[in-house]
């Protein structure tokens, strides 16, 4: 036989192949014994599974939201561990959405719900470490895990995961996989979805947000709680919201130029202030919310209702503004708080409510420990008092309910009386001999100079003469003041009893309507989470007055001219060019000054004092005090709510 020869290229090719063979075996080994180790974990964990196919109908808890009457503009959620908002896929911009495929998960259209060079990647790199640090989730697992399981890092946990990930991958389509998800994950701050992280950090519907913007939501889903932009670490937020853009731009979703300019914007994150309007949130709302739904508001915290409330923000605002400037003026006169309220006569609906003249404000002076010490305190709501003081002396501004009782009785506004020192005897231990304001008397004078003017002798006598005691609480009574006790005095009539300011602004309002009353309403609507309506705003007027002393009541609280000799001719209870009723009242002792005014469509009241009943220096009247702030929201309210002419008598 020839002998053969050693051909080292052929040894060498022979040797790359029996590798390669050997190699492959290895591989398919590899393989098959993770598939047979996998199959093997599926049969011992997969036994006490969530089942994914129910995974459409699985109740993902949303918070309730209370909006202003236009729904746009929320005043508070009430929420539990989690604020959640659902919106579909297609309320979400493109950008926002690719951004999240491009950093959590960029093969997500192409995978069956796990990605296997990931789990292997992981595997590996979780070995080097010698812990379970690593992830390497599709958008499938992280949804599975979101919804079902807790963050804890172990194998069973991963195991099931995986399981759900391939079921869920495969029953349902990639888009409402994704829509899930993006609903269903952290975003920090209690956030939990995008529409809510949206109005949680930039107080607009995730559909507006900017492509830096989206980034930014994106770079939260990592670490919610350390990236939160309201915590130490804001720097490496943003460092990571560059990190996406750049993933972004490497999987072509944006340009190197987008990604530039996007990385340049300067992104401003909301204040977590989280509640507007909050003496009517929480003393109005809250309150009316409870006895239907329990007084720790479980239902609402997990339903995702809509409640639209009656408030109108415009006013809202333009009111709080007016108190904050009409305060840091007062603190003058020693005069460090206030409250204002704002109706609708027509229909009772609140449009306003300021309870304090700052919510969010510290106690003064510091250190005072209640209501009784404190010249200011933030949380006492003194639109409508509470149990230890429920309500403030009016002062003058009770006189139209005097009146009115005189004029249902057949007298009108050129009945006369005298204005002269007058002793109405004992009335409680003392004798009775009340002072105008300004300590003149002017003699024979008409009952439309009387309440124009606000004088105190000749409206003693329009109470105990011609209107009656009694029945001038039982006028008050019927227009809705219920704060009223026996035994009554001729005081009265200048304000001795305490009301509260919610319900005199709302018995002006019967004078607004020509006697019709509709008591105050704060809710329009309350919708479940599909839309549908449980309950609705269906309150209707009621005639608690007649038309005539409606009518005459209204044409001598606007009729200027006779006012101007008292608080002259441009006072802050004068409009041009604008019909407004309007009364003043200031207690004897300074403790408490009141503007109440109206029109046919708005009624606006407002408060100045003390918590503490402490008396304003200076002997300031309610025209000086709280009359500025009357005239600005009424002038603001204008723009919304025309002012209409009322009928003359």
């Known amino acids: 036989m020839p002998e053969r020869k050693f051909n080292r290229k052929t040894y060498q090719q022979n040797k790359i192949l029996k590798k390669a063979v050997f190699g492959l075996k290895l591989s398919v080994l590899g393989v098959l014994l993770l598939v047979f180790g996998f199959l093997f974990l599926s049969i011992l964990f997969a036994k006490d599974l969530p089942r994914p196919e129910k ?19 929320v005043l508070y959620e009430i929420y539990g561990e989690e604020k959640r908002t659902i919106v579909p896929l297609s309320a979400v911009p493109n950008h926002l959405k690719q951004a999240v495929i491009a ?26 470490l010698k812990e379970a640090t690593y ?45 899930w998800y993006l609903n269903q994950i952290p975003f920090g701050s209690n956030a939990y979805g995008v529409e809510e992280a949206s109005q949680t950090y930039f107080q607009k519907p995730v559909s507006e947000v900017s492509l830096s913007q989206a980034a930014a939501l994106v770079a939260l889903i990592r670490a919610p709680s350390f990236l939160s932009p309201y915590g130490d670490y804001k720097d490496k937020l943003l460092a990571r919201k560059d990190y996406v853009l750049e993933r972004m731009a490497k999987e072509g979703y944006i340009t190197k130029g987008e990604m530039e300019s996007a990385k340049k914007e300067e992104i401003k994150f909301s204040s977590l202030q989280s509640i507007k309007a909050p003496h009517f949130v929480i003393d109005i709302i809250e309150n009316y919310l409870k006895p239907k739904y329990g007084d720790d508001l479980s239902f609402l915290k997990e339903n995702g209702l809509k409640i639209y409330t009656t408030l109108d923000w415009d006013i809202q605002e333009a009111a709080e503004a007016a108190v904050k400037k009409g305060m840091e ?134 109470l105990l003469y011609l209107a009656g005691l009694d029945d001038s609480v039982k006028t008050a009574q019927d227009l809705g003041i219920t704060t009223l006790n026996p035994p009554f005095g001729p005081s009265i009539v200048l304000g001795g009893w305490e009301v509260k300011l919610l319900e005199m602004v709302s018995a002006y309002g019967v004078f607004a309507t020509e006697g019709l009353k509709t008591p105050p309403v704060s809710i329009l ?22 038309e005539r002393p409606a009518r005459i009541i209204n044409d001598i609280l606007s009729d200027n001219e006779t006012r101007t000799p008292m608080f002259g001719p441009r006072s802050h209870l004068y409009f041009e060019n604008h019909q407004v009723a309007a009364k003043t009242g200031t207690t004897d002792n300074f403790k408490d000054a009141w503007a109440i005014g109206y029109t046919p469509s708005i009624v606006i009241g407002v408060w100045v004092g003390n918590n503490n009943n402490e008396p304003l220096v200076k002997r300031q009247p309610a025209a000086t005090v709280a009359g500025p702030i009357f005239h600005e929201v009424m002038e603001k309210s204008f723009l919304k709510y025309p002012a209409e002419g009322f009928n003359k008598p």
Not at 103 to 125: C, K
Not at 527 to 539: H, P, S, V
Request: proline residues 4%; charged residues 25%.
């Open 55 to 73: 995974f459409s109908e699985k109740q993902t808890t949303q918070s309730t939201k209370i909006y202003d009457r236009t729904g746009n503009v």
């Open 103 to 128: 950093t959590e998960d960029a093969n997500f259209y192409h995978h069956f719900g796990v990605d296997p060079a990931g789990i292997i990647r992981s595997i590996l790199i979780n070995l080097k």
């Open 135 to 179: 992830g390497g989730s599709t958008i499938s697992q992280q949804l599975i895990r979101s919804a079902y399981f807790s963050n804890e890092k172990t194998i069973q946990r991963k195991v099931k995961e995986i399981i759900l990930a391939l079921e869920l991958d495969r029953r349902y389509s990639k888009d409402q996989i994704l829509e």
């Open 329 to 462: 003026r007062n603190k003058e006169y020693n005069a460090y708080n206030a409250a204002l309220v704002a109706l609708n006569p027509k229909t009772g609906e609140i449009l306003a409510m300021i309870g304090s003249a700052n919510w969010f404000g510290e106690p003064y002076p510091k250190g005072c420990a209640t209501g009784r010490t404190c010249l200011f305190e933030p949380k006492f709501n003194a639109a409508v008092g509470g149990k230890d003081a429920p309500g403030r002396q009016p002062g003058s501004a009770f006189k139209p309910f005097v009146y009115a009782t005189a004029f249902k009785k057949g007298y009108d506004d050129k009945t006369r009386v005298v204005d002269e020192l007058t002793n109405f005897g004992v009335w409680g231990d003392k004798e009775y001999i009340p002072q105008n304001y300004d300590g003149k008397f002017r003699g024979e004078i008409t009952l439309r100079t009387s309440l124009a003017q606000s004088l105190n002798v000749p409206s003693v006598k329009t």
């Open 525 to 546: 609507k309350v919708e479940d989470n599909n839309g549908n309506i449980l309950e609705e705003n269906k309150k209707t007027q009621k005639r608690v007055l007649e």
